[in-house]
């Protein structure tokens, strides 16, 4: 295998595009179906490398503009990089940064140089170039790298979403052409928006040039979910089969389960750790709050089906209290479940995979999972993405 | 040794007061002088029981009061105590409550029966008595009980020195009546301000009954350090050479060896565990803060001498980068080293007197330990005390 080709596709569900294979990077191999959790700031909150590794992560994602503001790019590089400094051996995943510039950097000024923005941290000025991207990840030593992409709202209008899309493809180009680490693998990122057509465009047109791996990236962010899936599944048959495909930005257990049928290998979201840190955790019917009164006095564990610290140790009434005295150990005890339900998910579904039996196991898990109310959840994403500055993003 | 005498004395210095012992309990033997960490709320704050077990710790501490609030001392209960609550199967020490009666409640009002004071969580209205302290001690299962005592500001004058310490003897001996679970030992708390008079008086009253272990409260608690000294070595000096003795609150490494001179065989303090979340750590040369930017690019280990997971897993610079960013994982990583580092402190007075080198040892350590500036230190606890309403406590 070339490290053009990092994925082997090992099984094929027979009634739906899932696959089942491993993908090959230079911290060690990675089961596909993966789940990728998220350590913005060279931590996935609250947990260890050690705790990591006990609930069974196979990669985990750094975040480029976290890391670039703080420590610096350079701080990470004296330790030889994101792998030294936060102690981690396993592989990594970087993004480009811009995702964050785009939704959480203030002044933004787009031109077909770069990006210059403003720090959410401290204000400074800024400017990131597909170069200074490439350069940056290189430096963070991460085993995938992306590409910079131009970030938007899903509603942007037709002409916005096309001029967005072709300069994500030139910046693409350039990352190519920059990029110098042969053992670090570097994945181009599909845009256009909603439009099916200019997601098939933009599908051709990077699947032309000789990236190992290829992203969805603009989708599910706020649009109607029935979209995101015609959408998806459009894109995904746009792209050659020997090559790994990444849902960013995708963690409810339900819309991977849909996601896998399509044929997509990967997905990242702060998702399970972010709802963690608010109580809500996830069991095999749904997600449940542990600040709801009914778990005061439970004796039970949160899930009788997992295997982790937090299930197998503590009564539901325990965390409970400690959600309800904002102690520090709640934010671990729930990360560390919503990360192992995570694992385990992609091994299930793996495994369904593998065993051919994955058509019965999707319709079998999301007639049992209860989603959270869509409404709710589309109304959440879009106050974050306006609380961060997204809704200002545009293409200057 | 019967359960009036859980101490066996193994070692005695020749030249100080220091001695070494193993302290039996219900849930195991701890060998002294110990340091217990606080577990507030039903947690050592960011650790859990697993982590506690890894660092060497052997007896923790929960407070009633808390407990009693939240989550409420029949819920606790329901889980067989609090070693099934919060999972630890380890001893525990339950402080009486009367320390955050008295330093964070609201409209105490002490009386001869006991203390009215409203809840700092939700203002709710409650009375503690000595009965009541114990049959909370008793449910929420300790293995180590404490008595209710008046606890006030260290200068409330002779008189109302006098009667709150003659309230606690009567409140003491209450405890002692209504005492009934035979495996749970409950320990006398000395009072008597900085008054070696009265000291001596409490001791003697408190010795006249038969508690199986003595505690030293009301000490070190705002006064100067040359007071805390002279009154400590007296007080210690009038209790039983067979019996436990345990100075309250008492924390700093320095401090620690100093008590330990005199005859102090346990300790409690929330100094490592509070002081670590605002990145202050423990050095053999003294607490270092890891905010410093004099760590922003330091590739050594916090503290070479130490083998805590903190230490052996990361560069300082990591650490510094996560307490910039105020990430969880910092306080759990500075809260695993300091307590490593007391449990460390711990066995290395220990052995020192077991084999006879306790003097060179404590000399030693206090010519290389810089201690914080007991300005510093003294106003800390001032504005700290004041802020929680402690200069408002009175004898009525």
């Not at 994602?61 to 503001?69: E, F, R, S």
């Not at 990594?92 to 031109?111: E, H, K, N």
Request: charged share 20%.
């Amino acid at each position: 295998m070339s490290a053009n080709r990092p994925i082997d596709i090992t099984s094929r569900c027979v009634s739906t595009k899932a696959r089942a294979g491993v993908l090959r990077t230079s911290h060690g191999d990675v089961t596909t179906p993966t789940f990728m959790p998220v350590g913005t700031q060279g931590t996935v909150k609250s947990l260890t490398p050690c705790d990591l590794r006990e609930i069974g992560a196979g990669i985990v994602l750094g975040n480029t503009y976290h890391l670039y503001l703080r420590p610096g790019i350079s701080t990470v590089g004296r330790f030889g990089g994101l792998h030294g400094f936060m102690a981690w051996d396993g592989p990594i995943l970087t993004d480009s940064g811009g995702y964050q510039v785009f939704s959480l950097a203030a002044l933004r000024r787009i031109g077909e140089e770069g990006v210059s923005f403003c720090s959410h941290v401290d204000g400074s000025e800024h400017f990131l170039t597909p170069e200074l991207a490439v350069d940056y990840q290189e430096r963070l030593g991460s085993d995938i790298a992306m590409v910079l992409d131009v970030c938007h709202p899903h509603d942007l209008g037709l002409a916005g979403t096309r001029e967005a899309m072709e300069r994500t493809h030139r910046w693409a180009e350039r990352c190519l052409n920059s990029h110098r680490r042969q053992e670090q693998l570097l994945f181009a990122i599909v845009q256009g928006g909603t439009s099916v057509e200019l997601r098939l465009e933009s599908a051709r047109f990077l699947t032309s040039l000789p990236f190992p791996g290829y992203a969805i990236g603009g989708l599910s962010v706020g649009e109607p979910k029935a979209t995101t899936w015609a959408v998806l599944e459009r894109t995904i048959d746009e792209l050659p089969a020997d090559r790994p495909r990444y849902f960013m930005g995708v963690g409810a257990p339900d819309d991977i389960v849909r996601s896998v049928a399509m044929g997509v290998d990967m997905f990242d979201s702060v998702l399970p750790t972010r709802v963690a840190r608010h109580g809500a955790v996830f069991t095999p019917t749904g997600r449940v709050n542990l600040r709801n009164s009914i778990y005061r006095e439970s004796d039970e564990s949160l899930d009788a089906t997992c295997d982790c610290y937090t299930c197998h140790t503590f009564p539901v009434a325990y965390l409970h209290h400690l959600f309800k005295c904002e102690e520090l150990l709640a934010y671990r005890l729930a990360t560390l479940h919503n990360l192992r339900f995570m694992v385990s998910h992609m091994h299930n579904i793996r495994q369904a995979i593998v065993e051919g039996r994955f058509a019965e196991f999707k319709e079998k898990f999301l007639s049992t999972y209860k989603p959270s109310d869509e409404q709710v959840r589309l109304e959440q994403k879009r106050k974050w993405f306006d609380a961060a500055g997204g809704r200002k993003a545009g293409v200057g």
